[in-house]
């Protein structure tokens, strides 16, 4: 009964760091180059360039739109945890 939870638990664990990883890499790239300071400079909003100011928020939205196309694909609604442990695991590596 255990190994029926603790693998796709694993599997969700494995999927968020690799992807939190991936994420914190893009992001700073992006803040080395100056792409996220034009982009929260021409945002069309005042909130939308608070979102990208914000690495949880910015984490969890982009996360969450790729987890919205990979559901269409797959089933599993597991991966619908990923975006916030995605997002928790990238703050923690931007401090």
Do not use: Q
Not at 7 to 33: G, H, M, N, Q, R
């Amino acid at each position: 009964m255990l190994e029926l939870i603790a693998t796709p638990i694993l599997e969700l664990l494995i999927i968020a760091t690799f992807t939190a990883l991936i994420i914190t890499s893009i992001l700073i790239v992006a803040d080395k180059t100056g792409i996220r300071n034009w982009a929260m400079l021409y945002a069309p909003s005042e909130f939308i360039s608070k979102i990208i100011e914000c690495n949880f928020c910015l984490t969890h939205h982009v996360v969450a739109t790729f987890i919205a196309g990979v559901l269409i694909v797959d089933f599993d609604f597991l991966l619908l945890f990923v975006p916030l442990m995605t997002a928790t695991i990238t703050s923690k590596l931007m401090k």
